[in-house]
């Protein structure tokens, strides 16, 4: 079975799960204006902790828990022993079946009890890293405010749905607390197995790594500013799925929304990555903490060992969306990194449709501003990046697209497989055939016309000019060896439209209204 085959399974479960009610699943109701000693049943008898219901789970013989979460603000408990900021919201290792975490629930005695139809908002529960004073006691902020691993099962399943996630402050990056303080301000997930799942999550203002200020040698360097998928020298098997999610205003050295490495699988759908990375000096953002200056992937750095999939994004990978992301050297969106030395002979295979990656910026040309590949060293791997209906266009600082090779070592610099995409200025230096840039069918390098850049409405316009990119996605696409047809548009791999059918042919845009509408698919997130 393949990686992506399992964790498709995997994704296939859990939605099975929430379409039967999860039957055998144990619910517990938290509520933050509750009085202590509650069971946890129900709304009237709700815990007043997220840690109460985490112990029951840990003491439960069923499998599949679901915990609800009133409207709040919820901080993890610090600690009586050690440094009261390793206080964190810890998934335990010895968890089994599936654990879901919902919040946006008004409570209450009318309050609503399904968990796939929570009756409030979903930036109202807050899962709050940041610091805070009681009784004239300041505890500063969370290193990290959910922990996963080391190491849940093969087959455990978390999901994290329908709430906020900020003041995360991974900035131990001198190592007192060990290799794990500057990854991961949001969520770190460490030597783990397990399938997660984050849906309708908002990451805001999370950091990770030292100030920008900072003018010392970190002993760390900062990882994913809101979430950092580590296995710290282990092969795990942990899989990442990010569904509806958006990360604002997150920081880090690599990866200033998101970093991944040593990690199966990652998938992304309809989610927005805006505004995250910072280096000084640039005058497009006022900062006021000076967070950790963004090096590479301004949204996101893909790893060692990574396959992954998006659809739908704006930045963005199916249905995504990266926009006005920063990062000082390379990737101001989308950095890959495939390695040099690593894991000679595999194949990694990284896949991007219907993504619009427009305005992010970098300070180094010719690297990229909007999706840097790095070289991949090593002449017998295979490291392809897959791009279709997507557009990558008004990128600034460096080219839309960079695909770079080492002069040294003939056949070192990835592929960049271009089909049905509208890709402006691009670069592929010191790359040898069969690497570098290709473009196969369909591709165009003009203007999308997006209905707005200045307010950063990235639909396309269809008056008073039609945008190039209307109707100009491709549905089908041919492979000489073996002969076949493919699927261009791509599958619904985060399953946007809750049917519990991931087998379909993506049905839905960014802003869930039909994918095809025209006489072809658009380019980019938006159909019009």
């Known amino acids: 079975m393949t990686l992506a085959h399992s964790l498709t399974r995997s994704l296939a479960t859990l939605s099975a799960l929430i379409f039967s009610g999860v039957a055998s699943a144990q619910t517990w109701f938290v509520d933050l204006a509750a009085p202590t000693g509650g069971t946890g049943n129900s709304w009237a008898t709700a815990f007043d902790e997220i840690e109460d219901a985490f112990a029951e789970i840990n003491m439960a013989t069923?499998?599949?828990?679901?915990?609800?979460?009133?409207?709040?603000?919820?901080?993890?408990?610090?600690?009586?022993?050690?440094?009261?900021?390793?206080?964190?919201?810890?998934?335990?290792?010895?968890?089994?079946g599936t654990v879901r975490i919902v919040g946006g629930f008004l409570g209450g005695s009318t309050g609503g009890i399904n968990p796939n139809t929570p009756d409030g908002s979903p930036v109202r529960t807050i899962l709050d890293g940041r610091a805070f004073t009681v009784s004239s006691v300041t505890t500063g902020p969370a290193y990290h405010i959910l922990t996963v691993g080391s190491s849940n099962a093969p087959g455990f399943t978390l999901s994290v749905e329908n709430l906020l996630m900020t003041g995360g402050r991974a900035d131990d990056y001198l190592a007192t607390t060990g290799n794990l303080g500057a990854q991961g301000g949001a969520v770190l997930v460490r030597r783990d197995h397990s399938f997660m799942l984050f849906?309708?999550?908002?990451?805001?203002?999370?950091?990770?790594?030292?100030?920008?200020?900072?003018?010392?040698?970190?002993?760390?360097?900062g990882q994913g500013g809101a979430i950092a998928v580590l296995q710290n020298g282990a092969i795990g098997t942990a899989s990442v799925t990010l569904k509806r999610c958006t990360f604002l205003n997150n920081h880090a050295e690599?990866?200033?929304?998101?970093?991944?490495?040593?990690?199966?699988?990652?998938?992304?759908?309809?989610?927005r990555f805006v505004e995250n990375g910072f280096f000084p000096g640039d005058t497009t953002?006022?900062?006021?903490?000076?967070?950790p200056m963004c090096l590479e992937g301004g949204a996101l750095l893909i790893g060692a060992l990574v396959n992954s999939e998006m659809n739908n994004t704006v930045f963005q990978d199916n249905n995504t969306v990266f926009q006005d992301n920063l990062a000082r050297d390379a990737g101001g969106a989308v950095h890959w990194r495939p390695v040099p030395g690593a894991n000679s002979g595999a194949a990694l295979t990284?896949?991007?449709?219907?993504?619009?990656?427009?305005?992010?910026?970098?300070?180094?040309?010719?690297?990229?501003?909007?999706?840097?590949?790095?070289?991949?060293?090593?002449?017998?791997?295979?490291?392809?990046?897959?791009?279709?209906?997507?557009?990558?266009?008004?990128?600034?600082?460096?080219?839309?697209?960079?695909?770079l090779g080492d002069p040294a070592i003939p056949s070192s610099g990835a592929t960049a497989n271009l089909r049905f995409c509208d890709v402006g200025t691009q670069a592929q230096p010191n790359t040898f055939l069969p690497g570098g840039i290709i473009p196969l069918i369909g591709v165009i390098s003009a203007n999308p016309l997006f209905v707005s850049p200045a307010t950063r409405n990235l639909a396309l316009q269809s008056q008073p000019v039609m945008s190039p990119c209307i109707d100009s996605g491709g549905t089908t696409y041919s492979i000489p060896v073996p002969p076949s047809i493919s699927n261009a548009v791509g599958f619904d791999i985060v399953d946007i439209d809750d049917d519990n059918d991931f087998g379909e042919v993506l049905p839905l845009d960014f802003n869930f209204q039909l994918r095809i509408q025209g006489a072809g698919p658009d380019m980019g997130a938006y159909e019009q």
Do not use: K
């Open 62 to 96: 069923a499998a599949n828990h679901t915990i609800l979460l009133r409207e709040g603000l919820y901080r993890p408990t610090p600690s009586t022993t050690t440094d009261p900021r390793e206080r964190s919201f810890v998934i335990s290792p010895i968890w089994t």
């Open 350 to 403: 990284q896949i991007m449709r219907h993504c619009t990656i427009a305005f992010n910026r970098i300070s180094n040309f010719p690297n990229g501003a909007g999706l840097h590949i790095a070289p991949a060293n090593q002449q017998t791997d295979a490291r392809t990046y897959e791009i279709f209906n997507s557009i990558l266009f008004g990128n600034i600082g460096g080219n839309d697209l960079t695909v």
């Open 285 to 291: 953002e006022v900062q006021d903490d000076a967070p």
């Open 199 to 221: 849906d309708r999550v908002t990451f805001l203002d999370n950091q990770a790594g030292p100030p920008a200020t900072f003018t010392g040698t970190p002993a760390l360097r």
């Open 254 to 271: 690599f990866g200033a929304a998101v970093f991944v490495e040593i990690s199966p699988s990652l998938q992304i759908g309809n989610c």
